[in-house]
């Protein structure tokens, strides 16, 4: 069965830095491009970032770039996200999930057709 699990959250402050990870399994994970995707309870899913099948194309949402970078292993069939210069708006439910390509970069559109494989996420907390 495919699965994703994210690790890799926690409670930082303000201006500190976390590495989210996210582990395939049952699928052919160098095939996929894949993203995160984020939810602060009660909000739409927002899309956060997207990287192409072999890692050479990466692509993000306007609140995140240039703090966050997006990277994976295929050979470990990971794919990880690290977040600097974090902000109390970061505070959110992580998720990793397959993509398309180009980027669907619609949250919503994400669980849709993806939701299903979709891990528990990882909670990032940031305070002020």
């Known amino acids: 069965a495919i699965q994703l699990e994210e690790s890799g959250g926690g409670s930082v402050q303000t201006g500190e830095s976390l590495r989210l990870s996210c582990v395939g399994s049952g699928f052919r994970f160098y095939l996929y491009p894949m993203a995160w995707v984020r939810q602060v309870a009660g909000q739409e899913l927002e899309w956060v970032a997207s990287i192409n099948s072999d890692g050479s194309k990466v692509d993000y949402a306007d609140p995140v770039k240039d703090r966050f970078i997006i990277s994976r292993d295929n050979a470990e069939n990971k794919m990880y996200l690290q977040l600097d210069s974090l902000t109390t708006e970061d505070t959110a439910m992580y998720y990793c999930?397959?993509?398309?390509?180009?980027?669907?970069?619609?949250?919503?559109?994400?669980?849709?057709?993806?939701?299903?494989?979709w891990g528990q996420g990882t909670q990032v907390t940031v305070s002020s």
């Open positions: 999930s397959q993509d398309s390509y180009p980027p669907m970069r619609e949250g919503r559109r994400y669980r849709d057709i993806f939701g299903e494989y």
